[in-house]
């Protein structure tokens, strides 16, 4: 099979780390970049072997023949720039959330469905042993009947150092809820199935353009299983993100995105073991979805259902 011709919009820290995953991978291969910023652009394409660049999206996509394109832009971007590639009738893959709005996000889910083109989301848990093996000990029955499901998140330092930019640190589009807790609510949507929103409080800093440093929220699955966001940034302490359920026999938790701790009533947490298992990447899923094989994508349809619960919870 011919490689799939990959066109990235967004060359910030994410999406420079999608690039090298497309060039590692066989299959696929970055023939053009994207960015607002020029440099970006004309350093990244110069990297990848002098390769087509641009400083506008439309540019891209009026010039480029492209298989894929990767949308890796701030969120409040992701919707415009989206719907340029779905217009086309390219096959998209979206960076998390999907949109900056539930309106947004509808229309992208719809407009993707419409134009028949292949649409998926960066939700990287999906391609992750331990938050699989934590879907796999759940439905094998380690914690016995679900009693609640808890995310607990705690930052030090928000945004975190690694991720200092002046959008994650803003309400308009950044803030952890949006950020991290994106994530856990996919995950909660894939393994236990609808949320519905009850409440949430957030701490929000007196300058209206700052995010949150603070939310309580309670949710709850289809049979009335609670779910507690608990999160809190500007704190003493080490980053750490855990998302437990609580079972009438046990309790498993998913720490820090890659260690799984747990235990049977009565017993200590303690970690959990993993065996090493043979995962394959959202890419390999993109390739096979693109040659019409059986693939396994996370689609506009979850990123919008996860965006629904995402903006109750921001209440802004
Ligand atoms: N999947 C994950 O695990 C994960 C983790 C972190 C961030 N993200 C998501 O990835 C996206 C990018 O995050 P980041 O940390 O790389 O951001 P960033 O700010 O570091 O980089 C964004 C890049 O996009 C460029 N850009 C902005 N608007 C543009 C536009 N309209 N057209 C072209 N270029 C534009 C900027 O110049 C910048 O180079 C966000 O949506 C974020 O939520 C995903």
């Keep these: 099979m011919e490689q799939v011709r990959v066109g990235v919009i967004g060359l910030g820290a994410?999406?420079?780390?999608?690039?090298?995953?497309?060039?590692?991978?066989?299959?696929?291969?970055?023939?053009?970049?994207?960015d607002m910023d020029k440099e970006r652009a004309t350093k990244m394409a110069e990297k990848l072997g002098r390769i087509n660049w641009?400083?506008?999206?439309?540019?891209?996509?009026?010039?480029?023949?492209?298989?894929?394109?990767?949308?890796?832009?701030?969120?409040?971007?992701?919707?415009?720039?989206?719907?340029?590639?779905?217009?086309?009738?390219?096959?998209?893959?979206?960076?998390?959330?999907?949109?900056?709005?539930?309106?947004?996000?509808?229309?992208?889910?719809?407009?993707?469905e419409q134009a028949g083109i292949i649409h998926a989301m960066n939700f990287p848990l999906n391609y992750s042993n331990p938050a699989n093996t934590f879907d796999r000990m759940i439905k094998?029955?380690?914690?016995?009947?679900?009693?609640?499901?808890?995310?607990?998140?705690?930052?030090?330092?928000?945004?975190?150092?690694?991720?200092?930019?002046?959008?994650?640190?803003?309400?308009?589009?950044?803030?952890?809820?949006l950020e991290v807790g994106?994530?856990?609510?996919?995950?909660?949507?894939?393994?236990?199935?609808?949320?519905?929103?009850?409440?949430?409080?957030?701490?929000?800093?007196?300058?209206?353009?700052?995010?949150?440093?603070?939310?309580?929220?309670?949710l709850e699955l289809e049979d009335g299983t609670p779910i507690l966001i608990n999160g809190m940034s500007q704190i003493a302490g080490t980053e750490r993100i855990a998302y437990t359920a609580y079972g009438t026999d046990g309790t498993l938790s998913l720490v820090d995105w890659g260690k799984l701790e747990g235990g049977k009533l009565g017993e200590e947490i303690l970690p959990i073991e993993m065996e090493k298992e043979e995962t394959t990447t959202l890419i390999d899923h993109l390739v096979a979805a693109i040659?019409?094989?059986?693939?396994?994508?996370?689609?506009?349809?979850?990123?919008?259902?996860?965006?629904?619960?995402?903006?109750?919870?921001?209440?802004?």
């Excluded at 949430?200 to 949150?212: A, I, V």
């Design 14 to 34: 994410i999406g420079e780390r999608l690039i090298q995953g497309f060039n590692a991978n066989k299959q696929t291969v970055v023939t053009a970049v994207v």
């Design 54 to 112: 641009y400083d506008n999206h439309k540019d891209m996509l009026a010039k480029e023949e492209l298989d894929l394109v990767y949308v890796a832009v701030p969120p409040k971007f992701h919707h415009a720039v989206t719907m340029a590639v779905i217009e086309k009738g390219i096959h998209v893959l979206c960076e998390k959330p999907l949109a900056n709005s539930v309106e947004e996000a509808k229309e992208m889910f719809e407009k993707a």
């Design 140 to 177: 094998e029955g380690y914690i016995g009947n679900l009693r609640k499901l808890e995310l607990s998140m705690n930052f030090p330092n928000w945004p975190r150092l690694w991720q200092q930019n002046d959008w994650v640190a803003g309400r308009e589009q950044g803030g952890f809820v």
């Design 182 to 218: 994106v994530h856990f609510i996919q995950l909660t949507q894939r393994i236990f199935g609808s949320i519905a929103y009850l409440n949430s409080w957030l701490e929000l800093p007196e300058d209206t353009s700052k995010c949150e440093t603070g939310v309580i929220a309670t």
């Design 291 to 316: 040659a019409g094989k059986e693939s396994q994508l996370y689609t506009f349809k979850g990123g919008y259902e996860a965006q629904v619960i995402l903006e109750k919870l921001r209440n802004i």
